[in-house]
């Protein structure tokens, strides 16, 4: 154990206690020196590697701190409270109390649930778009194809990861919402489905990569125990491979969940910014994100409708935060649990 | 475990050093250095304001200015901010804005129209629909329409086209188009008019609204202030006479009556040059009247915001 001379040398401690403040043995100049030095270059590493996590809590403390009015300031509870946010209320004397979301009005509406409705369907057509094509092609890549093909095919999906989401909003609104409308005939040409399709490119290669990393983890003699039972490649890909990985492909789909919800500007350029409160996946959506990216612009500085989007932020922030903290532990345990079995 | 005194202590050091808010309102009646005045707001006014940029500057070199958008809202918010010089809006400043300003910066609001915009109102090409009043447009935009058969269309389901509510194109609609009332949930909110003129270009089924400037490939309609009145179509003469129903100025405001680079540069946007860079962009130039008296010109101007004679302290800049 170390001291750097911040108390004194513990009694439990074997050997000779190093320390340079009062030390029981006299130690030679230039080794005080060198580990003096040792110390100080531990503190600034410690803290600078600190820093990045002082970064992400300063970061969620700001946000929180812009959206308390929400809950102390008697001006802005005047206009808006949590409770209003969530449940649905009757915005005119006498009228059907309904959801929501038009924060630029005589009467500001702050209902949260329109929001929370368009953010979640984009991310379930975003998953349900992304995952099957990322986890065949994992297994496709993992299982089948022959060590070249996966040496081009690994990076080119990778590549993916490395367009700006701006690029493919833009892709979305010009080339895919076109090509849609024309398809299905949409009643809106920017609707969840476009929005959500763009967002899945945006998170197959994060899963993918997750799910290949899992598959690739396990072990080679389930592989070879099915193939000596008689399965075939196929069959012991999808029965004893998938199942095996399975923990790590989970987390590849919380990680991508995370990422699609967070998403931007996809939403933003794609999604129509309709404020509908709607389980019809082909109506417009207006997610959290893009109404945060939206709306701030304007926002007079410590007013209802600043402490809202704060709020939203905030709750943006843990929920990913949640998710992908998530996500990254049940990978890590994957990779430990698997890695050193040695059967 | 001394080690965790050391990371604790780090952690302690970064969060003292970051306490206490940074002064809001960035310099007092400054803001920008000398040698750049700072234009923000309106995405209707940016096409105008950055050619007004370009040209004022080959006349002045050694002056920059640096014009960006954001919405009406957001040039207003940096006005109060202290963080722009000039604040494009298409719309007027609303009453609490100004106060804003006059509680964060100490100063009055100086109001100047620029030009003349109207809002054209966008359908297909295809569309057969070739005039709204008013009233239709009101109904159609709180969403009480479904279908444009209601209209002597074809039957298609209406899509409505719009801006977002950090858009001065956004509020001036709410404001004479629906009397304030809340658009439809419905309605698609695009992030400028170029966006929204793009989107009904492609989509037979859609409406939108936006700036004049804008409207290339897709086919204008003609208002009509109200069921009985005559169509009007947003023409020059139209918008710049106030036959149009749905036009409006756009405004430069600053804080306190502009000054030095500032004022240089808004006198060249009122000058006949800088009026025929607005006509060349697509907008309007103010109108000339025939005896240039302040009060004649506020008069004549639609929709220009609360008059001088009111309690708001707004002036006029005379030119």
Same mark, same amino acid.
């Given at each position: 154990?170390?001291?750097?001379?911040?108390?004194?040398?513990?009694?439990?401690?074997?050997?000779?206690?190093?320390?340079?403040?009062?030390?029981?043995?006299?130690?030679?100049?230039?080794?005080?020196?060198?580990? @003096?030095?040792?110390?100080?270059?531990?503190?600034?590493?410690?803290?600078?590697?600190?820093?990045?996590?002082?970064?992400?809590?300063?970061?969620?403390?700001?946000?929180?701190?812009?959206?308390?009015?929400?809950?102390?300031?008697?001006?802005?509870?005047?206009?808006?409270?949590?409770?209003?946010?969530?449940?649905?209320?009757?915005?005119?004397?006498?009228?059907?109390?309904?959801?929501?979301?038009?924060?630029?009005?005589?009467?500001?509406?702050?209902?949260?649930?329109?929001?929370?409705?368009?953010?979640?369907?984009?991310?379930?057509?975003?998953?349900?778009?992304?995952?099957?094509?990322?986890?065949?092609?994992?297994?496709?890549?993992? /299982?089948?194809?022959?060590?070249?093909?996966?040496?081009?095919?690994?990076?080119?999906?990778?590549?993916?990861?490395?367009?700006?989401?701006?690029?493919?909003?833009?892709?979305?609104?010009?080339?895919?919402?076109?090509?849609?409308?024309?398809?299905?005939?949409?009643?809106?040409?920017?609707?969840?489905?476009?929005? +959500?399709?763009?967002?899945?490119?945006?998170?197959?290669?994060?899963?993918?990569?997750?799910? =290949?990393?899992?598959?690739?983890?396990?072990?080679?003699?389930?592989?070879?125990?099915?193939?000596?039972?008689?399965?075939?490649?196929?069959?012991?890909?999808?029965?004893?491979?998938?199942?095996?990985?399975?923990?790590?492909?989970?987390?590849?789909?919380?990680?991508?969940?995370?990422?699609?919800?967070?998403?931007?500007?996809?939403?933003?350029?794609?999604?129509?910014?309709? %404020?509908?409160? *709607?389980?019809?996946?082909?109506? $417009?959506?207006?997610?959290?994100?893009?109404?945060?990216?939206?709306?701030?612009?304007?926002?007079?500085?410590?007013?209802?409708?600043?402490?809202?989007?704060?709020?939203?932020?905030?709750?943006?922030?843990?929920?990913?935060?949640?998710?992908?903290?998530?996500?990254?532990?049940?990978? %890590?345990?994957?990779?430990?649990?698997?890695?050193?079995?040695?059967? | 475990?001394?080690?965790?005194?050391?990371?604790?202590?780090?952690?302690?050091?970064?969060?003292?050093?970051?306490?206490?808010?940074?002064?809001?309102?960035?310099?007092?009646?400054?803001?920008? $250095?000398? =040698?750049?005045?700072?234009?923000?707001?309106?995405?209707?006014?940016?096409?105008?304001?950055?050619?007004?940029?370009?040209?004022?500057?080959?006349?002045?070199?050694?002056?920059?200015?640096?014009?960006?958008?954001?919405?009406?809202?957001?040039?207003?918010?940096?006005?109060?901010?202290?963080?722009?010089?000039?604040?494009?809006?298409?719309?007027?400043?609303?009453?609490?804005?100004?106060?804003?300003?006059?509680?964060?910066? +100490?100063?009055?609001?100086?109001?100047?129209?620029?030009?003349?915009?109207?809002?054209?109102?966008?359908?297909?090409?295809?569309?057969?629909?070739?005039?709204?009043?008013?009233?239709?447009?009101?109904?159609?935009?709180?969403?009480?329409?479904?279908?444009?058969?209601?209209?002597?269309?074809?039957?298609?389901?209406?899509?409505?086209?719009?801006? /977002?509510?950090?858009?001065?194109?956004?509020?001036?609609?709410?404001?004479?188009?629906?009397?304030? =009332?809340?658009?439809?949930?419905?309605?698609?909110?695009?992030?400028?008019?170029?966006?929204?003129?793009?989107?009904? $270009?492609?989509?037979?089924?859609?409406?939108?609204?936006?700036?004049?400037?804008?409207? @290339?490939?897709?086919?204008?309609?003609?208002?009509?202030?109200?069921?009985?009145?005559?169509?009007?179509?947003?023409?020059?003469?139209?918008?710049?006479?106030?036959?149009?129903?749905? *036009?409006?100025?756009?405004?430069?405001?600053?804080?306190?009556?502009?000054?030095?680079?500032?004022?240089?540069?808004?006198?060249?946007?009122?000058?006949?040059?800088?009026?025929?860079?607005?006509?060349?962009?697509?907008?309007?130039?103010?109108?000339?009247?025939?005896?240039?008296?302040?009060?004649?010109?506020?008069? $004549?101007?639609?929709?220009?915001?609360?008059?001088?004679?009111?309690?708001?302290?707004?002036?006029?800049?005379?030119?």
């Amino acid at each position: 154990m170390d001291h750097s001379g911040l108390g004194p040398p513990t009694p439990s401690q074997p050997g000779p206690p190093v320390g340079l403040a009062a030390p029981l043995r006299p130690v030679s100049r230039a080794t005080a020196g060198r580990k @003096r030095v040792d110390a100080i270059a531990k503190w600034v590493i410690a803290a600078v590697a600190f820093s990045a996590i002082a970064a992400v809590v300063l970061i969620f403390a700001f946000v929180v701190r812009e959206a308390l009015p929400l809950f102390f300031s008697p001006e802005v509870r005047e206009e808006v409270t949590p409770e209003s946010m969530l449940f649905a209320q009757a915005w005119k004397e006498g009228s059907v109390p309904s959801y929501s979301w038009q924060p630029v009005s005589v009467v500001p509406k702050y209902s949260l649930a329109p929001l929370l409705v368009g953010t979640f369907k984009v991310t379930l057509i975003a998953l349900l778009f992304a995952v099957p094509l990322a986890v065949l092609a994992a297994v496709y890549s993992a /299982e089948f194809a022959p060590r070249k093909v996966r040496e081009v095919l690994k990076p080119a999906i990778e590549l993916l990861a490395g367009v700006p989401s701006v690029v493919l909003g833009f892709f979305a609104l010009i080339v895919l919402a076109t090509f849609l409308q024309n398809v299905f005939g949409f009643t809106y040409r920017l609707n969840g489905v476009v929005a +959500g399709m763009a967002l899945g490119l945006a998170i197959i290669p994060v899963v993918y990569t997750v799910s =290949e990393d899992a598959l690739v983890a396990v072990p080679r003699s389930y592989r070879e125990a099915a193939l000596a039972l008689g399965a075939s490649r196929a069959r012991t890909a999808w029965s004893v491979v998938l199942p095996a990985a399975s923990p790590g492909i989970f987390a590849a789909i919380v990680l991508g969940f995370g990422r699609a919800m967070g998403e931007t500007m996809i939403v933003l350029m794609a999604s129509g910014n309709a %404020a509908v409160l *709607s389980w019809n996946l082909t109506s $417009s959506v207006r997610t959290i994100p893009a109404t945060i990216a939206a709306e701030m612009g304007e926002v007079v500085v410590g007013g209802a409708h600043w402490s809202v989007l704060f709020f939203l932020g905030a709750l943006l922030f843990a929920v990913t935060l949640t998710f992908n903290t998530v996500g990254s532990w049940y990978v %890590a345990r994957v990779r430990r649990k698997l890695g050193g079995m040695t059967e | 475990m001394d080690l965790r005194y050391h990371h604790l202590l780090s952690i302690a050091l970064l969060l003292a050093g970051c306490t206490g808010r940074a002064p809001g309102g960035g310099a007092g009646a400054g803001g920008s $250095s000398r =040698e750049t005045v700072t234009v923000k707001g309106s995405d209707t006014m940016i096409l105008l304001g950055q050619r007004l940029a370009e040209d004022f500057m080959k006349a002045h070199p050694e002056l920059t200015v640096q014009v960006t958008g954001g919405g009406s809202g957001t040039g207003i918010a940096a006005l109060i901010n202290g963080t722009t010089d000039i604040a494009n809006a298409s719309r007027p400043m609303k009453e609490s804005e100004r106060l804003q300003v006059q509680k964060r910066r +100490g100063l009055q609001v100086v109001q100047t129209p620029v030009a003349l915009d109207g809002i054209a109102i966008f359908v297909h090409e295809s569309s057969p629909v070739r005039e709204l009043s008013i009233p239709q447009l009101k109904r159609i935009y709180l969403g009480e329409v479904s279908n444009w058969r209601e209209l002597g269309g074809p039957d298609l389901p209406m899509v409505l086209y719009g801006r /977002e509510n950090s858009s001065g194109t956004y509020a001036y609609f709410k404001e004479r188009v629906l009397d304030e =009332e809340d658009f439809a949930p419905e309605m698609q909110t695009l992030p400028g008019t170029a966006a929204v003129v793009n989107a009904v $270009s492609q989509d037979r089924k859609a409406i939108g609204f936006g700036g004049i400037a804008f409207g @290339r490939g897709i086919r204008d309609v003609a208002v009509k202030a109200d069921d009985a009145a005559e169509p009007v179509l947003p023409t020059e003469d139209n918008v710049v006479s106030g036959r149009y129903p749905i *036009s409006r100025p756009l405004f430069m405001y600053t804080a306190g009556e502009p000054t030095g680079d500032v004022k240089s540069f808004i006198d060249y946007a009122l000058s006949p040059v800088g009026q025929q860079v607005a006509a060349k962009v697509g907008y309007y130039p103010l109108p000339r009247p025939a005896s240039a008296t302040g009060d004649d010109r506020l008069d $004549s101007l639609p929709d220009a915001g609360p008059a001088p004679t009111q309690d708001a302290p707004a002036e006029v800049h005379q030119p």
